[in-house]
Protein backbone atom coordinates (compact mmCIF):
# COMPACT_ATOMS: atom_id res chain seq x y z
CA UNK A 1 0.00 0.00 0.00
CA UNK A 2 1.23 3.49 -1.16
CA UNK A 3 0.09 6.22 0.65
CA UNK A 4 -0.08 9.97 -0.75
CA UNK A 5 -0.90 12.74 1.59
CA UNK A 6 -1.70 16.27 -0.15
CA UNK A 7 -3.95 19.51 0.64
CA UNK A 8 -1.36 21.51 3.73
CA UNK A 9 -0.98 25.15 2.90
CA UNK A 10 -0.90 27.78 4.97
CA UNK A 11 -3.53 30.05 6.38
CA UNK A 12 -4.90 32.68 8.91
CA UNK A 13 -6.39 31.55 12.10
CA UNK A 14 -10.36 30.54 11.40
CA UNK A 15 -9.34 29.66 8.23
CA UNK A 16 -9.87 26.52 6.32
CA UNK A 17 -7.98 23.37 4.55
CA UNK A 18 -8.47 20.19 3.22
CA UNK A 19 -6.30 17.28 2.96
CA UNK A 20 -6.49 14.48 0.84
CA UNK A 21 -4.87 10.80 1.22
CA UNK A 22 -4.82 8.73 -1.81
CA UNK A 23 -4.14 5.22 -1.63
CA UNK A 24 -2.71 2.52 -4.56
CA UNK A 25 -1.80 -0.82 -4.33
CA UNK A 26 -3.25 -3.30 -2.19
CA UNK A 27 -6.08 -0.94 -1.24
CA UNK A 28 -8.54 -3.54 -0.70
CA UNK A 29 -6.27 -4.81 2.20
CA UNK A 30 -7.01 -1.42 4.26
CA UNK A 31 -9.08 -2.03 7.44
CA UNK A 32 -9.01 1.84 8.32
CA UNK A 33 -6.99 5.59 7.85
CA UNK A 34 -6.21 8.02 10.28
CA UNK A 35 -4.61 10.91 10.46
CA UNK A 36 -2.05 12.41 12.37
CA UNK A 37 -0.23 15.77 13.12
CA UNK A 38 3.36 16.85 14.55
CA UNK A 39 3.95 19.88 16.00
CA UNK A 40 7.67 21.17 15.69
CA UNK A 41 9.45 19.65 18.61
CA UNK A 42 6.76 17.51 19.73
CA UNK A 43 5.80 13.73 18.94
CA UNK A 44 3.13 13.04 16.12
CA UNK A 45 -0.14 11.84 17.99
CA UNK A 46 -3.39 11.04 16.16
CA UNK A 47 -5.99 13.66 14.69
CA UNK A 48 -9.00 11.18 13.79
CA UNK A 49 -9.41 7.99 12.59
CA UNK A 50 -11.99 6.50 10.28
CA UNK A 51 -12.72 2.93 9.92
CA UNK A 52 -13.68 0.50 6.28
CA UNK A 53 -17.00 0.60 8.30
CA UNK A 54 -16.95 4.25 8.80
CA UNK A 55 -16.80 4.37 11.83
CA UNK A 56 -15.21 7.69 13.47
CA UNK A 57 -12.54 9.18 16.61
CA UNK A 58 -11.64 12.11 16.85
CA UNK A 59 -9.58 13.61 19.28
CA UNK A 60 -10.81 16.24 21.71
CA UNK A 61 -8.29 18.69 20.79
CA UNK A 62 -10.23 19.21 17.59
CA UNK A 63 -13.95 17.89 18.08
CA UNK A 64 -16.33 19.87 16.58
CA UNK A 65 -13.61 21.56 13.91
CA UNK A 66 -12.10 18.62 12.36
CA UNK A 67 -13.90 15.85 10.22
CA UNK A 68 -12.37 12.53 8.68
CA UNK A 69 -14.36 11.46 5.45
CA UNK A 70 -13.82 8.87 3.28
CA UNK A 71 -14.47 8.44 -1.05
CA UNK A 72 -14.21 4.68 -1.05
CA UNK A 73 -14.74 4.47 -4.70
CA UNK A 74 -11.25 6.67 -4.83
CA UNK A 75 -9.65 5.26 -2.36
CA UNK A 76 -8.87 8.72 -0.69
CA UNK A 77 -9.33 10.00 2.66
CA UNK A 78 -9.90 13.61 2.73
CA UNK A 79 -9.75 15.56 6.51
CA UNK A 80 -11.25 19.03 6.48
CA UNK A 81 -10.32 21.34 8.68
CA UNK A 82 -12.22 24.37 9.64
CA UNK A 83 -11.56 27.39 12.55
CA UNK A 84 -8.15 26.83 12.17
CA UNK A 85 -5.89 27.62 15.56
CA UNK A 86 -2.50 28.57 15.20
CA UNK A 87 -1.32 25.71 17.53
CA UNK A 88 -3.07 23.36 14.18
CA UNK A 89 0.31 24.10 13.10
CA UNK A 90 2.21 20.90 11.79
CA UNK A 91 2.83 18.14 9.75
CA UNK A 92 -0.17 15.97 8.93
CA UNK A 93 0.68 12.60 7.95
CA UNK A 94 -1.95 9.51 7.26
CA UNK A 95 -1.81 6.11 7.89
CA UNK A 96 -3.27 2.97 7.25
CA UNK A 97 -3.65 -0.24 8.45
CA UNK A 98 -3.96 -3.40 6.60
CA UNK A 99 -5.94 -6.88 7.66
CA UNK A 100 -2.44 -8.92 7.56
CA UNK A 101 -1.75 -10.67 10.79
CA UNK A 102 -0.38 -9.17 12.55
CA UNK A 103 -1.22 -6.06 11.40
CA UNK A 104 0.65 -3.84 8.94
CA UNK A 105 0.75 -0.02 9.21
CA UNK A 106 1.88 2.37 6.06
CA UNK A 107 2.26 5.91 6.01
CA UNK A 108 2.00 8.81 3.70
CA UNK A 109 4.51 11.65 3.69
CA UNK A 110 3.49 14.42 5.74
CA UNK A 111 1.62 17.57 4.41
CA UNK A 112 2.63 20.86 6.14
CA UNK A 113 -0.19 23.38 7.41
CA UNK A 114 0.88 27.04 9.16
CA UNK A 115 -1.61 28.62 10.45
CA UNK A 116 -1.18 32.44 10.97
CA UNK A 117 -2.56 35.05 13.65
Known amino acids: VQLQASGGGSVRVGGYLRLTCTAS????????VGWYYQAPGKQREMVAA???????HVSDSVKGRFTITKDAAKNTWYLEMNNLRVEDTGVYYC????????????WGQGTLVTVSS
Open 95 to 106: RAVVTTQPPVEY
Open 50 to 56: ITTSGRT
Open 25 to 32: GNTETING
